[in-house]
């Protein structure tokens, strides 16, 4: 399944370059697609301080394994944007074979009026979490 319109005949709002990895995941590691900040990939938007740490970290790993590359920010010189390697883009690949092939398996027994169900329900909690990502949430426990 794909994101699609929202079930209102809208879209979802346009998220800037640099947050795309953050609001529209699924466009992350598309072709041809320029390189990312880091800091949103790292989750830096909102997140808590422990949360950007392991964030910086994953994306150290990512780096060492091979499958992105830090890159110059053109627009700010303080800043590095995040690309995929060849390596990093054939593992987005395979991950999301396995993802389509286990959602697959899933639904199998699933009629067709089901999934298209489904698919509309999927489309609308996409579009509704995308129109409310940049939404303050407050994370903290109970008092």
């Not at 990895?21 to 830096?44: D, N």
């Not at 590095?80 to 054939?90: D, I």
């Not at 092939?101 to 027994?109: C, P, Y």
């Amino acid at each position: 399944m794909s994101p699609g319109p929202a079930a209102d005949g809208g879209s979802a709002p346009p998220a800037g370059p640099g947050d795309r990895a953050v609001a529209r995941p699924h466009e992350f590691g598309a072709t041809g697609s320029p390189p990312l900040k880091a800091a949103p990939v790292c989750g830096a938007a909102g997140s808590p301080r422990g949360l950007l740490e392991l964030g910086k970290h994953v994306l150290r790993q990512l780096e060492r394994c091979g499958y992105v590359i830090r890159v110059p920010d053109p627009d700010d010189r303080r800043a590095q944007r995040v690309q995929l390697t060849e390596a990093g883009l054939a593992a987005v690949h395979r991950i999301r074979e396995a993802s389509r092939r286990g959602v697959e398996v899933a639904l199998a027994d699933w009629s067709a009026g089901d999934r298209r169900q489904l698919a509309t329900l999927f489309h609308r909690l996409y579009d509704d979490f995308v129109r409310r990502a940049e939404a303050q949430v407050d994370i903290r426990p109970p008092a």
